[in-house]
T-cell receptor
Framework: NAGVTQTPKFQVLKTGQSMTLQCAQDMNHNSMYWYRQDPGMGLRLIYY???????DKGEVPNGYNVSRLNKREFSLRLESAAPSQTSVYFC???????????FGQGTRLTVV | QQQVKQSPQSLIVQKGGISIINCAYENTAFDYFPWYQQFPGKGPALLIA?????SEKKEGRFTISFNKSAKQFSLHIMDSQPGDSATYFCAATSSGTYKYIFGTGTRLKVLA
């Protein structure tokens, strides 16, 4: 039972490069999320998808775009990476709001 | 109003001792309060959660105490073990919002 799978696990980008972080869940969850984790700041919501076909901005959406490809997959795209986007990114999913969120293993992204 | 304030930032406890982590919130619409445990290099994993209709929930050595009038909730780890050494995050959310608000985390170290 894989749960939430993120790829890649590590990535180094140069400023201005673009990339897409992939996330897939196999729990038939309706809702999916992208968070970033920075030292001393906890986890901050970037974007979320309450259900297939919908996406909404979270707390820190600037510089990011998302796509809910289908019920299983939710991708995060950085169009023009900046050093301020150096962080650990976590994808999560939940059956619905106010229910347990399951997290992936994270993607450690460094922008130089 | 959306913040969840967590303290302390770090905690050192002797093996067998009690670890206590506190969180406070402002938004009275929050109706789900989970605690997550995160080991280095891993994603957060749900430890225990509570809803505001109960004042305490216990699972093994882990207990959540919830004070609705004070808008505070805390995690107690009884008989703390070195294997409990991790970062703990409190969180809060409300039905229909899909936005989990996380505290800034507490790094717990249990000395053998």
């Amino acid at each position: 039972n894989a749960g939430v799978t993120q790829t890649p696990k590590f990535q180094v980008l140069k400023t201005g490069q673009s990339m897409t972080l992939q996330c897939a869940q196999d729990m038939n969850h309706n809702s999916m999320y992208w968070y970033r984790q920075d030292p001393g700041m906890g986890l901050r919501l970037i974007y979320y998808s309450a259900s297939e076909g919908t996406t909404d901005k979270g707390e820190v959406p600037n510089g990011y775009n998302v796509s809910r490809l289908n019920k299983r997959e939710f991708s995060l795209r950085l169009e023009s990476a900046a050093p301020s986007q150096t962080s650990v990114y976590f994808c999560a999913s939940s059956r619905d709001s106010s229910t347990e969120a399951f997290f992936g293993q994270g993607t450690r992204l460094t922008v130089v | 109003q959306q913040q969840v304030k967590q303290s302390p930032q770090s905690l050192i406890v002797q093996k067998g001792g009690i670890s206590i982590i506190n969180c406070a919130y402002e938004n009275t619409a929050f109706d789900y309060f989970p605690w997550y445990q995160q080991f280095p290099g891993k994603g957060p994993a749900l430890l225990i959660a509570i809803r505001p209709d109960v004042s305490e929930k216990k699972e093994g050595r882990f207990t959540i105490s919830f004070n609705k009038s004070a808008k505070q909730f805390s995690l107690h780890i009884m008989d703390s073990q070195p294997g409990d050494s991790a970062t703990y995050f409190c969180a809060a959310t409300s039905s229909g919002t899909y936005k989990y608000i996380f505290g800034t985390g507490t790094r717990l170290k249990v000395l053998a």
